[in-house]
């Protein structure tokens, strides 16, 4: 499960580029990303108008200084899917062309791709395998994988999970020992019958 670059040409006055900005699903979160329970520590939200997104926000860390006290919310729905809006990240799909084939789920800030997911889902077998996750290296540690695997995993909730062969570098590790997973199978694919039969694994 490799992370690598994807060519990103975007502007070098990028607000979020040059920030420490970290996405999440835009869901209610129980803890936030030190850990607290939000229902102890205190939760509040807001709205970044650089970025045209909601952001979601730990009081406890704040009132510490801690590090990554708050975040940008990504809503889980494709572009065409949700009301137009003026947010910069979006998440859009490259359905498969065969039933079982591999499909690509993308984040795009303001149109340019800077990370996706490759998926194989298959609905009447209720079968789903992650093949690779791909983030631009100057959006690595930010969130954004979690936020691809998230909106994977929403669409086929219930689904037999697994994952390809899990890169052994430490970024790889590292991703995945912080996931908060279903029941998911690491490292060893689980393919149904419509997803054996298609010939090759292309998007």
Do not use: K
């Not at 030190?34 to 997104?53: M, P, T």
């Not at 997911?117 to 996750?133: A, F, K, N, T």
């Not at 570098?169 to 995945?176: E, K, N």
């Amino acid at each position: 499960m490799a992370h690598t670059a994807v060519i990103s040409a975007l502007s070098p006055h990028n607000p979020f580029a040059n920030s420490d900005n970290v996405v999440r699903p835009a869901v209610r979160h129980r803890r936030c990303l030190n850990g607290h329970d939000l229902e102890i520590a205190g939760r509040s939200s807001s709205y970044d108008h650089e970025l045209y997104l909601p952001t979601g926000a730990c009081e406890l860390c704040f009132t510490l200084r801690l590090p990554r006290w708050s975040w940008l919310e990504v809503d889980l729905r494709f572009r065409d899917e949700a009301p137009t809006t003026s947010a910069a990240l979006w998440l859009a799909a490259r359905p498969p062309l065969v039933r079982g084939g591999v499909g690509q789920i993308m984040l795009q800030l303001w149109g340019t791709t800077i990370a996706d997911l490759d998926v194989q889902m298959c609905g009447p077998c209720r079968v789903g395998v992650v093949e690779q996750i791909r983030v631009d290296t100057e959006y690595l540690r930010r969130g954004i994988g979690t936020v691809l695997l998230a909106a994977a995993l929403v669409r086929g909730r219930g689904y037999r999970w697994s994952t390809t062969t899990i890169d052994d570098t430490v970024t790889a590790r590292a991703f995945w020992a912080a996931q908060q997973l279903p029941d998911m199978t690491l490292g060893e694919p689980r393919r149904c019958s419509d997803m054996l039969a298609v010939d090759g694994h292309t998007v």
